[in-house]
């Protein structure tokens, strides 16, 4: 069982910035997709961003511009910079890995358990 921890979650203005990690302790991401999904309350979790072991990424439209997604060279961590941040971003935001990049929750094998993101007025 792959364990997933994310951070940097947080309260920040409309228009500000937040940096979420992810790492995996004691594995690196190679060979794997990784995954940033996020869910609101009341809403089904929705995809965010996705980086294939090559670096081939795809993000979904509503971040796309805003958001990147990123690993450091040692592939330990995962990284999600979210930029000019909205009220309608607010979420908890997970990270997961698979076998393939995909924009479906169901395609990815192993979940953190989420951090908060608050976006304020």
């Known amino acids: 069982q792959v364990q997933l921890v994310e951070s940097g979650g947080g309260l920040v203005q409309a228009g500000g910035s937040l940096r979420l990690s992810c790492a995996a302790p004691g594995r690196t991401f190679s060979n794997s997709a990784m995954g940033w999904f996020r869910q609101a309350p009341g809403k089904e979790r929705e995809f965010v961003a996705a980086l294939w072991w090559n670096d081939g990424k795809t993000y979904a439209e509503s971040v796309k511009g805003r958001f990147t997604i990123s690993r450091d060279n040692a592939k330990t961590t995962m990284y999600l910079q979210m930029n000019s941040l909205k009220l309608e971003d607010t979420a908890v935001y997970y990270c997961?890995?698979?076998?393939?990049?995909?924009?479906?929750?169901?395609?990815?094998?192993?979940w953190g358990r989420g951090t908060q993101v608050t976006v304020s007025s």
């Open positions: 997961a890995t698979g076998n393939f990049i995909s924009t479906v929750a169901r395609d990815y094998a192993h």
